[in-house]
């Protein structure tokens, strides 16, 4: 198609750029993906929907995605300064498993998340522990480089050794101490990153031999390391959450930068962080997993709705209330689609203009608006439906689904405790119950031996 430019917002250039392909018609997309002991929460999640909306958006430019994405499975220590435990270990022993376990058992759930919110799989999926050979001769290149120093711990970065490590997230070498941003330990400089750590006389339950003793790879040696090898040393999109700037992907261009001489992806995009009561969602001490949206009665497209609400790059504040409004808008939308005649035609202006909002870094919340607009147009009732599928292959929202109700945890336990109190012969605290009900916003009809819940319309 190519309407208009393609423009995405690069996080190095720090300015929106037009988008040109390395390989005509293809685009070759690496994103971090998750750690896997423990359930992703809905901050994670934005990051994967923003994933697949970009997807969506090439897809509909014509081209073609190659969408390489890691699991990390070992080596993401607990803290960014290399110190403390290996986050698996520390998730194996909370769950009473084994690391590999929890590895498997937190993949599916994750895939199964994504599933849910319609977001499409990558191409190629790889866990750093199926990779450990990869990451080792990529560190060997960089000790043979002198980019390498080996201490008691392990092997570590040289960042003194680029001149312009940390231009990414435009850090201050010479203004970070000790203990500001890291333990210094054996290191030589404040922001030197291990590429490898040994386990020492501790016995882990994920260790491997290498030219340096056994132990496992560091967090950020595995992206670079599978990236280079299903994607090449240059490829060009990397895009993961915005706390990837000033630690993970920092490191990981330079140490890709001191390998082959040159960074390794042309576009660096970062989504922004999704905020409960303005404060990063993962440290809000809330746990809100997608499972927990369920439970309390929403669509998980409800919120991938809600997202489309506010641009990636801006923080987005998560409440039940924008997510009820987020769930009655989907439903209007749908309702009112579903009512329209098929067999219509999409009106060429507002898919020019919803090509051009969508090709301007990804704007969503503007494209989203002209779904209404094109609502209460006086466009023919079958042209809008076909419109506005065609503007879903970017959103997502399965808008020709059936509309289903999801009833919460909580009133599905009121409406089966009030049907119990029926057939006791308990009127009076049934009766109760249904006009709590009610006021919850939800009626029930009975019928000879069940019952049926709805919404108060």
């Given amino acids: 198609m190519n309407q208009t430019t393609l423009n995405l917002f690069d996080t190095m250039k720090r300015q929106i750029i037009p988008f040109n392909a390395i390989k005509n018609g293809k685009v070759s997309l690496y994103a971090c993906g998750p750690t896997v002991y423990d ?5 994670n999640l934005r990051t994967y929907l923003f994933v697949d909306t970009l997807k969506r958006v090439f897809t509909l430019n014509d081209y073609q995605v190659n969408h390489v994405m890691n699991i990390t499975d070992v080596g993401h220590l607990v803290s960014d300064g290399d110190t403390g435990e290996d986050k698996m270990e520390k998730g194996a ?134 990236a280079e090898k299903y994607l090449g040393k240059q490829f060009d999109i990397h895009i993961g959450g915005e706390d990837h700037i000033p630690v993970h992907h920092t490191n990981e261009i330079a140490q890709c930068e001191a390998k082959n001489g040159h960074i390794q992806a042309n576009y660096w995009l970062h989504g922004y962080f999704l905020q409960l009561d303005n404060e990063k969602i993962s440290k809000s001490g809330v746990s809100l997993t997608l499972n927990t949206l369920i439970e309390k009665g929403f669509d998980p497209l409800d919120y991938r709705y809600l997202t489309l609400t506010s641009h990636y790059r801006s ?86 689904r059936e509309v289903k109700l999801i009833i919460p945890v909580e009133i599905e336990k009121l409406a089966q405790q009030r049907h119990q109190l029926k057939q006791q012969g308990n009127y009076q605290d049934a009766d109760q119950i249904r006009a709590e009900l009610e006021k919850l916003g939800y009626q029930i009809n009975d019928s000879a031996d069940s019952y049926q819940l709805s919404t108060m319309s």
């Avoid at 359930?39 to 901050?43: D, E, L, P, S």
């Fill in 39 to 43: 359930y992703a929460h809905i901050g």
């Fill in 93 to 226: 022993r909370k769950q009473n498993k084994s690391a590999w376990e929890i590895a498997r058992y937190f993949e599916n759930i994750f895939f199964n998340d994504l599933a849910k919110l319609n977001i499409s799989r990558p191409n190629i999926t790889c866990r750093a522990t199926e990779h450990i050979q990869e990451q080792i001769e990529f560190i060997q290149s960089l000790e043979e480089q002198g980019f390498t120093y080996l201490t008691d711990d392990g092997v570590y970065f040289d960042t003194r050794k680029l001149n312009d490590y940390g231009k990414l997230a435009r850090l201050d070498k010479l203004g970070l101490s000790p203990g500001k941003r890291i333990e210094l330990g054996d290191k030589k400089s404040p922001t030197d990153f291990a590429l490898w750590k040994l386990s020492g006389r501790r016995q882990r339950q994920m260790e491997w031999p290498s030219p340096w003793g056994i132990g496992f790879p560091g967090w950020h040696i595995e992206c670079s390391a599978m």
């Fill in 315 to 400: 923080h987005l504040n998560f409440t039940w209330q924008g997510l009820a409004g987020a769930q009655k808008a989907r439903r209007r939308l749908m309702t009112k689609l579903q009512s329209l005649p098929k067999g219509g035609k999409i009106d060429p202006s507002y898919q020019s203009q919803f090509v051009g909002f969508i090709n301007q870094d990804f704007n969503m919340p503007r494209a989203l608006a002209l779904v209404w607009a094109i609502l209460d147009s006086h466009l023919n009732g079958a042209d809008k439906r076909a419109t506005l599928v065609y503007f879903d292959q970017v959103f997502g929202l399965d808008m020709e």
